[in-house]
């Protein structure tokens, strides 16, 4: 199937620069002794966790905010890597943390947690029973009008007093209705949790993701302020937290192969392949001293009728995506322009590079230099694709490879499917 010229000439994509490409390239190179001193006592394929990144990460996250705002908190999204070692390292950086199952609720409170709050829509009478139990460690994020009842139940037997806040949906028709309850409805919701004897609300939640700029966040900001300024004194007086939760993109930008633009999944929709070649795109984000500035400046002028409160964050993504890295083997060469590793995207969990490009980097022959070749899993499956090129001088057998910064949703959504899981050593 052909297509028009002027749609192809609307593809506004930004090419990834080459001078960015090559400095980011280079600078795991010129690591590349302290990653093979690990691997000769760590095999892989496996997963190398740098809690120094996360330290560092976390402490530029909360200097940029707390230089913007007078009372503010931080919590990781654990869902973003739920390795322990990471959630425990952040707990050590003065992080709370962000929950969205039992699962990692019971996580949180293993590893010492006391300031956690509980988030995530279904919550199971099992669940809502663990946050009840631990109440002085946990502040439950209510996303409906039924489990503020089924709460209000489980606490009520208990004899015990919980903190809880509002979720609030950023979007009324599409998907995102899965989260929280309309602006709309927040009144009749507070009306209710006041009638609640052992459900204390104290503030309000709403996030939206995939921020490569603050702008959305800006927007809901200022939707929430217009309503609370309609509210009485003695209501709004009530609210002493808003968390805007997560969804910052790294600095980087979003990394995408041709098949991950518009036009190129427009192309793979139609049935016309895509030439995931030499040109690579990024997608630019502001840096974060950016989204500080911009959302600090959006909390003091929209939330100016229950300012000041706390104003909480639940930063994931940026916090680990740098602080990960993956090693796999070459196990095989079937070409010059094909080879298979030893572990499959399984360990990622999705079919993720098809889409989205990261470098691959030639530990064993390591040069600055982009050569096309297919690099493949050993899943038995054909979208098992690590990437489409490689840098270095050459590949063969035994050759190990470094896939740097897959840190955030990818070890947590690792699966176990055909092939083992790799190791995780830390650092």
């Known amino acids: 199937m052909g297509y028009p010229d002027d749609f192809l000439l609307n593809e506004n994509t930004p090419v990834f620069p080459e001078k ?8 795991y190179f010129n690591c590349g002794d302290r990653y093979r ?8 394929p496996l997963y190398l966790l740098e809690t120094s990144g996360l330290k560092e990460r976390s402490r530029h996250f909360m200097k940029e905010f707390q230089n913007v705002l007078p009372d503010v908190s931080f919590y990781y999204a654990v869902k973003s890597n739920n390795h322990p070692d990471a959630a425990r390292t952040l707990l050590s950086t003065g992080f709370g943390l962000d929950v969205s199952s039992g699962l990692e609720l019971d996580m949180a409170l293993m590893l010492g947690a006391d300031d956690i709050i509980f988030s995530g829509p279904g919550k199971t009478d099992h669940e809502l029973i663990l946050a009840v139990n631990n109440a002085d460690r946990v502040v439950v994020l209510i996303d409906s009008f039924n489990e503020l009842t089924r709460l209000e139940r489980i606490a009520s037997r208990a004899n015990q007093t919980v903190r809880a806040g509002v979720r609030l949906t950023t979007d009324t028709s599409g998907l995102w209705r899965k989260f929280g309850i309309p602006l709309d409805a927040l009144e009749e919701f507070w009306e209710k949790g006041l009638q609640c004897r052992h459900v204390l609300l104290k503030g309000l939640q709403f996030h939206t993701s995939w921020n ?3 702008d959305a966040q800006v927007r809901f900001l200022h939707l929430l302020g217009d309503a609370l300024e309609k509210k009485p004194e003695d209501w709004r007086k009530r609210i002493e937290f808003v968390d805007i939760g997560g ?3 790294p600095e980087q930008g979003e990394w995408l192969q041709p098949a991950g633009t518009p036009v190129g999944l427009v192309k793979k929709a139609c049935g016309t392949p895509v030439d995931n070649g030499e ?12 989204f500080a500035e911009t959302l600090g400046a959006a909390v003091r ?12 964050f639940e930063p994931g993504r940026w916090i680990c995506n740098d602080a990960m890295h ?9 070409a010059n322009d094909l080879v298979i590793t030893d572990a499959g995207t399984n360990a990622i969990g999705w079919e993720r590079f098809e889409t989205d490009y990261a470098p691959i980097l030639n530990l064993t022959r390591p040069e600055i230099k982009e050569k096309r070749c297919l690099i493949l899993g050993s899943l038995c499956t054909p979208h098992d694709v690590w990437g489409y090129s490689y840098w270095g001088g050459d590949i063969q057998p035994g050759d190990v490879l470094m896939i740097p910064n897959q840190g955030a949703y990818t070890y947590s959504l690792r699966q176990n499917f055909i092939k083992p899981l790799p190791g995780v050593v830390t650092v």
């Open 37 to 44: 001193r690990i691997l000769k006592d760590h095999v892989p």
């Open 326 to 334: 993956l090693f796999v083997t070459v196990v095989d060469k079937k």
């Open 279 to 290: 040109t690579h795109y990024r997608l630019p984000a502001c840096p974060i001293s950016d």
């Open 20 to 27: 960015d490409l090559i400095s980011f390239v280079a600078y």
């Open 247 to 249: 969804g910052y993109w």
């Open 301 to 312: 002028e929209s939330l100016r009728a229950v300012f000041p409160c706390r104003v909480c």
């Open 212 to 214: 490569l700029t603050p």
